[in-house]
C-alpha cells in the first residue's frame, strides 16, 4: 500500500555552521515522500506556485511519486528560511512566506479518499480534520502538531483531531506543552487518553520514544561525527515510518518497532547533507547496514543467573 | 574483587518541586558505594567531620562497605546545598562548604594499595594523580571531573591524568567542554585518543553512551513517570557499573555493555527518592526486573529480507 501525506512543499534557505543554501526543494510534504519512497512511494496532497520547478516535480515522479495532488495556483511557492547554531539544537526562524500555502483548502481525488495509511504533516488541525473526513475508511492516521497550534486559538481542534487519529509524532518538548506535565513518560501517557494508540516522541540527537498501552520502545539516535543540516530530519522520519509500514502493510508492534528504526535511520542520513541531498543517496544497502549496526549498538546479555 | 573510591562523603539539604530535606548522607563516595556494594562493598576512602553521625558510618558497615579508609578529622563535614527547577535538569548550588574536604590529603593504606578496580570520584585532577600513584598495580581506572577543573588552572593535572586512566565517566556536556568540539561523537573520539581506551557519556534522562576504540553501546534512561531528587545518580551510576566489573572481575565489552545497564538502572531508583533512600530499598530482584525490561524496550527484529 502508498501512504498518502498532506503537507506543505517548500523552497528553504537555510545557513548552518558549514555553509548556506538558498531555494532548496523542502517541505514536511517533500521530506516524508522521499523518505517513503525507499519503502513505498507516497501520493502527496499539497500546494506550490507557479515558480515551482519542474525539475522537482520529476524529482518526485523519479521516485514513483504520486503528485496528482500537488496543485498548482497563481502565486509563489510557500518559502522558508532558517539559521542554526553551533549547537544545532538551537534554530532561529529568519523568514516564513506562506505565499500560495496561505491558500492550500485539500480536497482529495476519488483515488486519494482511498488511502489506508494516512500521515497528517504539521497543517492547521482544522485542516487536517477536513482532509481526515475526505478518506472513506482509513486504517492506519498519524498526525504531526506543533507549539503554534498546541498553544494557540486552534487547539481545541488539535484535541478533536487527536481523538481522531491512531499514531501522533511530536517532539518531547511538544508533548509536555500539549499536556502540561514535565516528563516525557507522564505527557505520552496523558495524550494516550486523549484518542491515539500510539504517541511516537522524537528527541533528535537522543533517539526516539513508541509509546502504546502496554509497550515502550526506545530507539537511539544513530551516532554521527557531525551533522550538517537537521532541516526535515523529524518528516524524514515520519516517512521512513509510514512508508515502512504502508509498504509491509502491518501495523503490529512488531514492525511498528522496525518501522521506528528504519525511520530514525533515514533521519540520520538526512542530517549529513544540506536539504534533502543525502536522502536522494541513500539505497537499500545503506539502510540495512545502519540497521545491522544499530542492533549491535543496543544490544547486550541477560545478567548471569 | 572490590572497587576502591576515593571521594567525598557529604550532608546535603535538596529543595525539588516535590519537597526539601536537610543534612542528607550524600556525596559522591557515598552514592558511589551503596551502588557498588548490590555487587561488590566497596572500600571507601574519604574524610569527615567531628560531626558525622555514627548511624551513618553504621550504615556503610551494614552494607559490607569498608570504611577504614573514611578518616575522621576536627571540624565538620562537607556540606553541599542545591535546588532543582520544575526541569530537574537544571538545579542551583546554594552554597558549598567543604570544611574538613578542604584538607583532604588521601593516603592510601596498604590493602587499598592492592586495589584492582579504583574509581577517582570528582576532586581535583591533582589529588585523583596522587591517590592513582599509591596504587600498586591497578587492572582497571577510571574517573570523573568536572568544569571546574576542566576550565581551571588544573586543566593540565587533568590531562595528565586521562593518559594513567583506562575510563573517563563524564557528562555530555563536560565531553564538549573538555575537547571544544560539539557532538558527544566527535568528543569521546578525541577523549580517546588522550588516553582512556572507554569514555561512558553520561545524557541524564537521555541515558548513557560507552565508546571505546571499535564500539559504541548506547543504553537509554530507564523510562520513569516521576524523577524525586536526581543528586547521586551519576555517582550512583558509576557505582552500578564498577560494582558490577569488580564482582565479576572481567572488563571485556560484553562484561561493560551489562554493566552500564546495570549502573542506568541504579541511577533510575536512585532519583525516585530524596537522597540514598530508594538506593537503600534496592534489591537484586529489582534490579533483574528492571534489566529484562530494559532489554524489551530496545529489542527489534532483523528487517525482512
Redesign the interface.
Known amino acids: 500500500m502508498r501512504p498518502l501525506v498532506i503537507g506543505s512543499v517548500a523552497y528553504d534557505s537555510v545557513e548552518t555552521p558549514f555553509g548556506h543554501a538558498t531555494d532548496l526543494l523542502g517541505g514536511s510534504a517533500t521530506y516524508f515522500s522521499l523518505a517513503s519512497a525507499l519503502f513505498s512511494p507516497a501520493r502527496i496532497v499539497a500546494v506550490v506556485g507557479h515558480d515551482f520547478r519542474s525539475t522537482d516535480t520529476q524529482l518526485f515522479q523519479s521516485r514513483g511519486i504520486d503528485v496528482s495532488g500537488l496543485e498548482q495556483l497563481p502565486g509563489k511557492t510557500f518559502r522558508w528560511g532558517g539559521k542554526y547554531h553551533?549547537?544545532?539544537n538551537i534554530r532561529d526562524t529568519l523568514f516564513t512566506e506562506l505565499n500560495v500555502f496561505a491558500e492550500f483548502v485539500p480536497k482529495l481525488s476519488d483515488e486519494h479518499r482511498n488511502a489506508k495509511f494516512v500521515f497528517l504533516a504539521n497543517i492547521a488541525p482544522k485542516l487536517q480534520l477536513e482532509v481526515l473526513q475526505q478518506v472513506t475508511a482509513p486504517r492506519f492516521v498519524a498526525c504531526d502538531t506543533m507549539n503554534f497550534w498546541i498553544n494557540g486559538p486552534q487547539r481545541q481542534d488539535l484535541i478533536t483531531l487527536l481523538a481522531k487519529v491512531d499514531c501522533l509524532i511530536i517532539n518531547d518538548e511538544e508533548a509536555e506543552l500539549l499536556t502540561g506535565v514535565?516528563?516525557?513518560?507522564?505527557a505520552a501517557?496523558l495524550i494516550l487518553k486523549a484518542g491515539p494508540s500510539i504517541v511516537i516522541i522524537k528527541?533528535g540527537e537522543?533517539?526516539a520514544?513508541v509509546f502504546s498501552e502496554n509497550d515502550?520502545?526506545?530507539?537511539?539516535a544513530y551516532?554521527?561525527?557531525?551533522?550538517i543540516d537537521p532541516t526535515g530530519a523529524g518528516d524524514t522520519f515520519a516517512g521512513g515510518i509510514m512508508g515502512y509500514l504502508a509498504g509491509?502493510g502491518d501495523v503490529s508492534p512488531?514492525t511498528l518497532?522496525?518501522a521506528?528504526?528504519?525511520g530514525s535511520l533515514l533521519a540520520s542520513f538526512c542530517v549529513e547533507d544540506f536539504g534533502i541531498g543525502a536522502l536522494l543517496r541513500v539505497d537499500a544497502e545503506a539502510?540495512?547496514a545502519r540497521?545491522?549496526r544499530m542492533?549491535e549498538?543496543?544490544?547486550?546479555?541477560?545478567?548471569?543467573l
Open positions: 553551533t549547537n544545532m514535565p516528563g516525557v513518560v507522564r501517557n528527541r537522543h533517539g520514544l515502550v520502545f526506545y530507539v537511539p551516532p554521527l561525527e557531525s551533522v509491509i512488531r518497532r522496525q521506528t528504526v528504519v539502510i540495512a540497521y545491522r542492533a549498538i543496543v544490544q547486550f546479555e541477560p545478567l548471569p
